[in-house]
C-alpha cells in the first residue's frame, strides 16, 4: 500500500457548517434546465436528499459496480487520449534514471486484504434516489468543492475495514447527473454528514478543469476514480484510459491535467504532478497473461499519470476478489527501464501559472424572497465562462440554468461558478415566515 500526504497551506481548524452549509436550511428541491423543468430533484435540508436524473450514465448501482462501458470524461479528455505515438519527452531518459531504472511496477490493489485493510481504493455508484450529505472541510477547504454531495453514510473508506489514518479515499459515482464526488481523509459522523480534508466534484461529461494551482482529493488536483485498473475493465478485454501511479518524490510543478503540486524534492530531474509515462511500444507482453496484457497494452496506449507522492510505481486500482493477487504480482518483472516520459509541454511552475478570470455571475435570484415554509421558489442563475457549478444547500452539483427549491426555514443559497482561474460566488436568501 503506498502513503501520501497532500501539500499545502491548510486551514486552520475545523470549518463546521462551511462551503457545504452556507445558510443552512431545510426544505426539498427540484433542478430544472433553463427553466423548462427537465433535471433531477432534490429533497432534504441541511444532509440534502434525493433525486431523480438531469441525465443518465450506463453504470449499474453498488459498491464495486460495473460501468457497462460507460467511460467517464469525454473522448478528447486527456485521461482518454491515445498517447502510443506521442513524442518523447527530451529529458526522458535522465528522469526514469532518477526513478530508478530497475524498479518494478507494483498493483496497489487486489483481491483479500493486507494487514486488515482491502487492497485498493475502493468506490461505490450510488442512484438518484440517494440522500445527499454535507461535507465539513479539515484541512484544504479554500481549495474544495463545497457539498452537499451523494455520500451513503456507510460509505467505502480506502483501507476499510480498518482505514486508520492513511489517506482514506471515498469515490462515489451518481448514475443519474453523471458527476463523480471525492473525499480525501474522509470521517463519516454520525448525523449523516462527513468530514474531509479536502473534496472535489467532477462533471464526468465534460472536460472540466480545476483552477490551477489548487489540490482535489489528490495531491496533483486530478480525479481519482478515472485512473483506476478496474476488474470490469480488464474482464471486458480492454482499459481505455490512462492510469494513476505514485513516486516518492516530485518538484514544485505541474503539467496538464494536473492543477497542483505537492513537490519535496528540489532536484530538477524530479517529475511533475501530471507527468505520464508510457510503455515502450517494443515491449513483449506476450508472456504475461491475459489479464496483465489488458494492463500493459494499456500502458502502452495511454500510459500512467504521477497523481500523488507515494511508493515508488505503485499502480492504482480498485479492491474485487475476482483479482488473482499471485498474477498481478507478476507486473514487478516490468520496471522503469521499459518506461518513457512522454512530451510534457506546457510544464508549470510559480513562475508562469496561466492567469485569466473566473467566471463571471450575471444574475442569481429567487423569484420569491419571502414565502411560506415549502412553497416553491425558483433559483435561476445566468453564469458565463464557468466550468461546473453547484448550489448549496440542497441541490449540490447542477447544470442548466434553473432549479427549484421548497424551504422550510429562511435559508441563504449560495451560487459557486468554478473554472481553471478561480470561483466566483452570489447568494440568494429567501425569508421563510
Excluded at 181 to 196: D, K, V
Excluded at 403 to 415: C, D, E, G, R, S
Aim: hydrophobic share 35%.
Amino acid at each position: 500500500m503506498s502513503f501520501s500526504r497532500k501539500s499545502g497551506l491548510p486551514i486552520l481548524g475545523l470549518l463546521l457548517c462551511a462551503l457545504a452549509f452556507s445558510g443552512c436550511g431545510g426544505g426539498t428541491a427540484t433542478q430544472g434546465n433553463s427553466g423548462t423543468g427537465n433535471g433531477g430533484t432534490s429533497s432534504g435540508g441541511n444532509n440534502g436528499g434525493s433525486g431523480t436524473p438531469n441525465t443518465s450514465c450506463a453504470m449499474s448501482a453498488g459498491q464495486g459496480a460495473s460501468l457497462n462501458g460507460f467511460r467517464p470524461f469525454p473522448a478528447d479528455s486527456l485521461w482518454n487520449t491515445d498517447i502510443s505515438g506521442a513524442p518523447v519527452d527530451a529529458n526522458s531518459d535522465a528522469i526514469i534514471s532518477f526513478i530508478g531504472p530497475s524498479i518494478g511496477l507494483h498493483p496497489d490493489f487486489g483481491a483479500g486484504q493486507y494487514q486488515g485493510s482491502n487492497i485498493g481504493i475502493p468506490y461505490v455508484v450510488v442512484a438518484g434516489s440517494q440522500a445527499l450529505a454535507g461535507v465539513n472541510f479539515t484541512a484544504y477547504g479554500d481549495e474544495s468543492d463545497p457539498g452537499p454531495m451523494p455520500i451513503p453514510a456507510n460509505g467505502p473508506i480506502e483501507g476499510d475495514p480498518t482505514p486508520g489514518t492513511g489517506d482514506r479515499h471515498v469515490l462515489v459515482l451518481n448514475n443519474s447527473n453523471c458527476f463523480l464526488y471525492e473525499l480525501f481523509s474522509a470521517y463519516p459522523n454520525t448525523n449523516g454528514s462527513w468530514n474531509a480534508g479536502s473534496a472535489a466534484v467532477w462533471d464526468l461529461l465534460s472536460n472540466e478543469q480545476r483552477p490551477w494551482t489548487w489540490t482535489s482529493a489528490d495531491a496533483a488536483g486530478l480525479p481519482i476514480f478515472p485512473g483506476l485498473a478496474r476488474y470490469d475493465e480488464v474482464a471486458a478485454g480492454q482499459i481505455q484510459h490512462a492510469l494513476r501511479f505514485t513516486l516518492p518524490q516530485s518538484r514544485n510543478a505541474f503539467t496538464p491535467p494536473a492543477s497542483h503540486w505537492a513537490g519535496n524534492s528540489t532536484n530538477s530531474l524530479a517529475p511533475p504532478m501530471g507527468m505520464r509515462i508510457r510503455l515502450k511500444a517494443d515491449f513483449d507482453v506476450s508472456s504475461f497473461s491475459v489479464n496483465l496484457q489488458v494492463i500493459l497494452n494499456a500502458l502502452k496506449k495511454y500510459g500512467m499519470i504521477l497523481a500523488d507522492n507515494g511508493s515508488a510505481m505503485y499502480i492504482s486500482g480498485a479492491p474485487d476478489d475476482r483479482w488473482d493477487n499471485n498474477d498481478l504480482h507478476n507486473l514487478g518483472q516490468v520496471t522503469a527501464s521499459s518506461f518513457e516520459v512522454v512530451q510534457m509541454n506546457p510544464v508549470y511552475t510559480a513562475s508562469n501559472v496561466p492567469q485569466g478570470a473566473a467566471p463571471d455571475i450575471v444574475s442569481f435570484s429567487a423569484d420569491s424572497t419571502t414565502v411560506a415554509a415549502g412553497s416553491s421558489v425558483n433559483l435561476s442563475w445566468n453564469v458565463t465562462g464557468a466550468a461546473y457549478q453547484i448550489i448549496s444547500p440542497q441541490l449540490g452539483a447542477v447544470r442548466g440554468s434553473s432549479a427549484k427549491v421548497f424551504p422550510a426555514q429562511t435559508t441563504t443559497y449560495t451560487l459557486y461558478a468554478t473554472n481553471q482561474y478561480g470561483r466566483s460566488t452570489a447568494a440568494a436568501t429567501v425569508n421563510v415566515q
